[in-house]
């Protein structure tokens, strides 16, 4: 295993105001200590630094440079050479591979999961894919604790296994700040064994493919509590949370490059930073993680 240490790519912002955002009062929820609000940096994949992250020990781990250049190309030409592409939306320009849960129905989902799977098996389709890679090893060390690790499931159905992503964001984020609790509480995914990930953590999960010009991950020592989510009409979203509502709230930012896979607490509003270069091509392979129950771990998109 390599060694785990606080990553130096990390930069702190100011510290969180006592009751919460000093010019946004309204803005509360869970603030995490010193030592659980840092990424750990790794040299090779360590499965027991994503159970930390699971387990709401850490706030996030980053495996450095794992993904060699050659599986990187062939996972970045099959993407953008796939007949089953599509364009993102207005809040995250660009185009994707795979399906997205956020704001529909289950039976919506499920079914554009199936639609594309063909496309995405064919995709990953290329030695030392990493995201079966990570898989197998956190199921492998999940088993140690009797603990199980598979897609999540409805009815017989399995969500998808992990989404292209491509970014194409010029405002002060390419993706606006938010969190992913809220969409995990969707009254239309009312009987989707994600909703119960809600109740412990729920992790982000990005495999760096290509990263031009080298844009941040911001995330903000704040997961927002239900009053907050209330108040700004965010309460099955997660998004938007305007940046003045998070002034002077502690953040960290991670630099993230080509090769690196890094997980993190999505419970905490977290936003990408637009790359610098109208030009640069910024490739990334997604999912989310958590909890299920206290022996079962499932994935989605």
Not at 251 to 270: C, E, M
Request: hydrophobic share 35%.
């Amino acid at each position: 295993m390599g060694d785990a240490v606080a990553s130096n790519s990390v930069r702190l912002g100011a510290a969180l105001h006592p009751s919460g955002n000093a010019r946004y009062p309204g803005v509360t929820g869970w603030e995490g200590s010193t030592d659980y609000f840092r990424f750990v940096e790794c040299d090779e994949v360590s499965p027991s630094e994503v159970v930390d992250v699971l387990c709401g020990r850490r706030l996030g781990t980053v495996f450095r440079n794992v993904v060699p250049i050659a599986t990187r190309e062939a996972l970045i030409a099959n993407f953008l050479t796939s007949p089953g592409r599509r364009t993102r939306g207005a809040d995250a320009p660009g185009e994707y591979l795979g399906a997205y849960h956020y704001n529909k129905p289950i039976g919506a989902y499920l079914d554009e999961t199936d639609a594309v799977a063909a496309d995405l098996r064919a995709a990953l389709n290329v030695p030392g894919d990493p995201l079966s890679d990570l898989f197998q090893r956190l199921e492998d060390e999940l088993a140690l604790s009797d603990i199980e690790f598979r897609p999540a499931r409805h009815q017989g159905r399995e969500a998808c296994p992990g989404v292209f992503r491509s970014w194409l964001g010029q405002r002060e984020f390419a993706l606006d700040p938010h969190e992913d609790r809220g969409q995990c509480e969707d009254p239309k995914q009312i009987g989707f064994e994600i909703q119960q990930v809600a109740a412990h953590q729920i992790v982000g999960l990005n495999i760096c493919l290509d990263n031009g010009s080298n844009g941040q991950l911001t995330v903000w020592n704040l997961r927002p509590d239900e009053e907050t989510r209330d108040r700004f009409g965010v309460r099955y979203t997660g998004s938007p949370y305007a940046p003045e509502w998070l002034s002077g709230i502690d953040q960290v930012q991670l630099d993230v490059r080509p090769g690196d896979i890094y997980l993190f607490n999505a419970g905490h509003v977290h936003a990408v930073e637009p790359a610098r270069d109208l030009h640069a091509q910024r490739v990334t392979l997604s999912g989310i993680l958590g909890f299920a129950d206290d022996k079962t771990v499932i994935s989605w998109t």
